[in-house]
């Protein structure tokens, strides 16, 4: 039986959301393997027993029970943000010698910025909102930004998987405090043109035989865009699948693929559009997508009539093979 560390928790303002993503896939894992579940705060590093906690060895990659040292065969990281959706625990567990299931270092960190990102897959002929990058507050004239992408525009921090710190900034007055509050939550921060359209989003894993695409879900905001009350807390129509034509549906199915396999990303991610005149726009790429109960990709999953437990333990039979 193999003895996987599920790596959770982490830096961001997504702390308990990623504690409610790593308890159902905790509670869903395969009977075959081991599900070890490792909180990671900027203190310390802790796996959750029972009724208490021991401390995880960075040094090593192990956890002593009753005076015997257990060893990790394997990382499943599922922090939202930084340190493992960037890439940075990934790139422990490969320093110590332990393979993780899921997306690498540089697939992570390039995935989890969305600036870089977005130029990347830009550079390989797929639709982008037009955007610019800032690193300080005052880089460029207020008036300068709005000619250039027009109002309403988003502005969100570039370098950082959370759902704050993003704006909808449809007057003038609006941009100087959503530039203050995006650069709260990352050093980067980029701003977008908008996109009228209809939001969809997909799941992508890769299963024993290919990589697979998800339906598709719509989704509908209250808010004014899908923000963290309309991720998770219910703000927010999640339909799957989405109410768009069967044609339209498969070729952004097929896109989500095929920027999967062209990030070198693996077990599950989740790749979010905006479909405008029958077009998709990619607007961002996400490694480690939400699994809480009210989280999207379960919801995609039981559209497909694919059990929980069936999803993860086909990934950790593929990944780990």
Request: with cysteine; proline share 5%; aromatic share 10%.
């Amino acid at each position: 039986m193999k003895r996987i560390g599920l790596f959770c928790g982490g830096f961001s303002s997504e702390f308990d959301i990623s504690l409610k993503s790593a308890q159902t896939i905790r509670t869903h894992f395969p009977a075959h393997a081991e599900c070890v579940l490792i909180i990671v705060t900027k203190n310390d590093w802790e796996v959750q027993l029972e009724n208490s906690t021991t401390p995880f060895n960075l040094n090593k990659g192990t956890y002593h029970i009753n005076g015997e040292e257990k060893q990790l065969d394997a990382g499943l990281v599922y922090t939202h943000g930084d340190p493992g959706e960037n890439g940075k625990i990934q790139a422990y567990l490969d320093m110590i010698g332990i393979p993780c299931i899921n997306s690498g270092v540089l697939a992570s960190a390039l995935s989890f910025d969305k600036w870089y990102c977005n130029q990347f897959l830009k550079g390989f002929g797929y639709k982008v909102a037009s955007s610019v990058l800032m690193t300080n507050p005052n880089q460029f004239e207020e008036q300068v930004l709005i000619d250039q992408l027009g109002l309403p525009l988003f502005v969100k921090p570039a370098d950082s998987g959370s759902s704050y710190g993003i704006s909808k900034v449809k007057a003038p007055s609006d941009l100087a405090p959503a530039l203050k509050l995006a650069f709260r939550e990352g050093k980067r921060v980029v701003l977008e043109a908008f996109l009228d359209g209809i939001e969809v989003t997909c799941g992508v894993y890769r299963g024993k035989n290919g990589i697979v695409a998800l339906p598709l879900t719509e989704i509908v905001s209250d808010t004014e865009f899908f923000d963290f009350d309309a991720k998770y807390n219910g703000k927010s129509q999640e339909i799957t699948p989405a109410r768009i034509s069967p044609e339209l549906a498969l070729n952004v199915q097929e896109t989500a693929k095929n920027i999967y396999d062209l990030l070198s990303l693996k077990a599950i991610a989740r790749i979010d559009f905006m479909i405008v005149n029958n077009e998709a726009f990619i607007i961002e790429v996400n490694t480690t997508p939400g699994f809480s109960p009210a989280s999207i990709v379960p919801q995609m999953l039981a559209a497909a009539q694919i059990s929980i437990s069936d999803f993860w333990n086909e990934i950790i039979q593929v990944e780990l093979n």
